[in-house]
């Protein structure tokens, strides 16, 4: 019953805001609009219904696109966020679209107006829905079961999302598994599996599918792989096909076309910015105002990526490559400024033109810390199955400072369950993160040396050695 009315909840509560953004817009279109499209398109009833249905169409698919509906499971801030982007390309099509059945740009105020209401109507709602959210339902209490990896980084990401999770206890699977059947006797909201051996791990699954209990699993590399496997029927028993490539040639060839095409018009569109952050880098020093560095894209080819120059000159004079940081004092006061909304990464259109990038792909890196990064964890060279991109899976479900195994496993998310709507998607949840800080602001100082990398890296090929390989 309750999960009935937590789902009910779930989809009622995102259900009424779609509803009342719709009827705002109804009283736009029929005090501001409708007689001015009139004169050119006469609408009937009918007409007047497409009108409001194809709005509430977009809506619905902007708000979920964005995850906007995710009430219960995202922060209020997060959904209010991407309600807001949400909301702002659907008013900006609805408003072209108007224009074009009367045949001339309409008065832009009305649709201002409207998407301000749209704005302070679904910040309130977001809040409220969570309220009424975590009102009925309680944080999910949680086991975690873990082996000998330590696992306090697993717990407090549980722990930062206290008013979804409540980890009551843990436990190692060292203990075994009637120590763990005899903790999980009590009501228990669900378990969160954590750096397990492949063999114990299959017995606990199987037990804790067959108890009906919750499991949050964080899967490895080779759970990764196997996700992106086909399915084929080709005997009396299941079989799952891995690919031994990535991306067919059709896929290739429309990925192509896009990226030239979105290139070039973001191109024409940006040129007044460059122009601006051109002329800020070189005025704030009198440096040069691009600054170029190798990367490694498809198959490890290298290139010279371009940027507008965010650093002081000669920021690495040593030449060792090193991570940005957080309030690094290597970036200038105007470095700041295009780096947190991503204005610096504009020239790289001209390498996606010459054919070095994609629009979505990983994110290239320099072969100095490829090289480093291998050392620990080979699997790296997985991400370099396909070309390189300006923006990407781990950017946008990631962080700038999520860890080097982290990225790869979201990378290769990517890469094994490819599609051109997959494209598609990421490139409209791009322009969400950028308004993010946290997806801009650098590694921890005590973090940001190679030695520390080169050592996270290496705690994350042993988790992958003592779980996947066993």
Not at 120 to 139: G, K, Q
Not at 156 to 183: H, N, P, Q, W
Not at 199 to 211: F, H, I, T, V
Not at 258 to 265: F, K, P, S
Request: glycine share 6%; charged share 25%.
């Amino acid at each position: 019953m309750e999960k009935r009315i937590r789902r009910l909840l779930a989809v009622t509560m995102p259900l009424i805001g779609l509803l009342v953004e719709t009827a705002i817009y109804a009283y736009t279109w029929f005090s501001c609009y409708n007689r001015t499209v009139s004169t050119h398109v006469y609408l009937y009833r009918r007409g007047h219904i497409l009108v409001l249905t194809i709005y509430f169409i977009l809506i619905y698919f902007f708000s979920h696109m964005y995850g906007s509906n995710n009430v219960g499971v995202r922060k209020p801030g997060d959904v209010a966020v991407s309600h807001v982007f949400a909301v702002v390309i659907v008013n900006g099509l609805s408003y072209f679209q108007l224009s074009l059945m009367a045949n001339w740009l309409l008065d832009v105020v009305p649709i201002l107006l409207m998407t301000l209401a749209d704005i302070v109507f679904e910040t309130i709602w977001a809040y409220l829905s969570d309220v009424m959210y975590r009102n009925a339902f309680p944080p999910r209490h949680l086991v975690l079961i873990h082996g000998s990896r330590p696992f306090e980084e697993i717990r407090e990401k549980f722990i930062s999302r206290s008013d979804l999770y409540a980890i009551d206890d843990d436990i190692d699977i060292s203990e075994g598994l009637d120590a763990v059947k005899e903790m999980l006797k009590g009501p228990v909201g669900g378990v969160v599996l954590w750096d397990i051996p492949s063999n114990e791990r299959n017995a606990l699954l199987k037990y804790l599918y067959g108890q009906k209990i919750r499991i949050y699993m964080m899967p490895k590399i080779s759970d990764v792989i196997v996700k992106g496997s086909v399915s084929m029927h080709l005997f009396d028993t299941p079989v799952m096909m891995t690919k031994e490539y990535s991306l067919t040639t059709g896929q290739k060839f429309l990925k192509r076309v896009i990226d030239l095409t979105c290139a070039v018009l973001l191109l024409i569109i940006s040129s007044p910015v460059m122009i601006i952050a051109a002329i800020a880098v070189k005025a704030c020093d009198g440096g040069p105002v691009f600054y170029k560095q190798r990367r490694c894209t498809e198959n490890r080819r290298e290139f010279d990526i371009i940027k507008f120059r965010s650093m002081g000159i000669n920021a690495e004079r040593d030449g060792v490559a090193r991570l940005a940081s957080k309030n690094d004092s290597r970036v200038t006061p105007v470095g700041k400024f295009i780096r947190r909304y991503r204005i610096d990464e504009l020239p790289q259109l001209f390498n996606i033109i010459r054919g070095d990038m994609s629009f979505i792909g990983p994110r290239p890196e320099r072969p100095e810390i490829i090289d480093r990064y291998m050392e620990t964890m080979p699997e790296f060279a997985f991400r370099m199955r396909v070309r390189a991109g300006l923006a990407g899976y781990a950017q946008v479900y990631g962080k700038y400072n999520t860890t080097p195994y982290d990225k790869l496993k979201l990378d290769l998310t990517y890469i094994e369950n490819y599609s051109v709507w997959m494209d598609i998607k990421l490139m409209l949840l791009t322009l969400r993160i950028v308004l993010k800080p946290e997806s801009t602001e650098g590694v921890d100082e005590n973090k940001a040396s190679g030695e520390n990398e080169d050592s996270r890296a290496s705690d994350a090929r042993m988790e992958d050695v003592r779980s996947d390989d066993r």
